[in-house]
């Protein structure tokens, strides 16, 4: 799948928050926008921005390693091809590395030390040592590989392309399994609870359930219209897919695997990411600058947040992600 400005869909990693420097940082989330190629940090127990910083060029993906304090963001331009290496204390850059073509989805594995990157043009997935932030391994999964999640050591890679996912042993880094899925996989959303994967198929309006334990599908669930990405939140058993061109998200329990309820949000929402701990889920609307702000519970939409530019650059929308943290 070439990566373009108007057809790329948010990239989402949700970090677990533990330890005393994420008990600093708690309720905090970062918007990735791909207008001005910038990032926005949101307090989340106020639902208001503090401030935007200039990330690379088309930030996509997001995820957060609490133990060490930092973030790394992908830069899914071509030109680019990068992640960035953020102190989410500081909202400073510390170092960028140069991974494989047009990287959007993003996964870390504590326990290993390492960082996982989708990298969509070449059908790869760069793995970074988060102690040297260097690329000790090149990984060739599918065609079009684009969202990564992880589960037991074992990675999961969608490949938007080939229509399949391929699952990469954590400890070899070789692909153990090849699992068919719907057409276009894009978003990945594991549920620990339940070992179960929930793969967002842009291609047919649904979501192929994979038994991480197996590596075997399950199930195919129906969803709104052009879904893009799903979080999963374990405390309640729910996945919420975003429905790009419904305006909706879709929330599925994990237990049934069906869809249970359908939430309006924002136009064009993409990108989605859940704090359990806060009992909230958050949505990037892709067509109107906005983050919706979705009580678990209730499933119901409670603030939406206005996007805004910077003073030097005004905002052109375009929200690709949201990483709850």
Known sequence: MRLTLLAVPVLMIFAWISGAFGDRLMDRAYVLNAGNNTVTVIDTAKNEALITWRSGLIPAGAAINTASGKAYITNAHHSDSSVSVIDIESNSLLETVTVGKEPTGIAINPGANKAYVACSAEG??????????????????????FDVNIIDNKIFVTNSN??????????????I????????????AISHPVKMAYVVN???NSV??????TDSALTTIPVGKKPWKAAADPVNNKVFVTNRMGNTVS?????SNKVTDTINVGKEPMGVSVNSGTGRAYVANYADSTISVIDIAKNKVVDTIKLSGIPDSPYHGLPWNVVAF
């Open 202 to 204: 842009l291609g047919e």
């Open 208 to 213: 192929t359930v994979i038994n991480t334990a």
């Open 124 to 145: 790869l997935v760069s793995v970074i040592d988060m102690t040297t932030n260097k690329v000790t391994n090149t990984i060739k999964t599918g065609s079009g590989s």
């Open 177 to 188: 399994k090849t699992v068919k899925t719907g057409k276009v996989p894009l978003g990945i």
């Open 162 to 175: 080939d229509n399949t996912v391929s699952v990469i042993d954590g400890v070899s880094e070789k692909i």
């Open 251 to 255: 929330v599925i329990d994990v237990k």
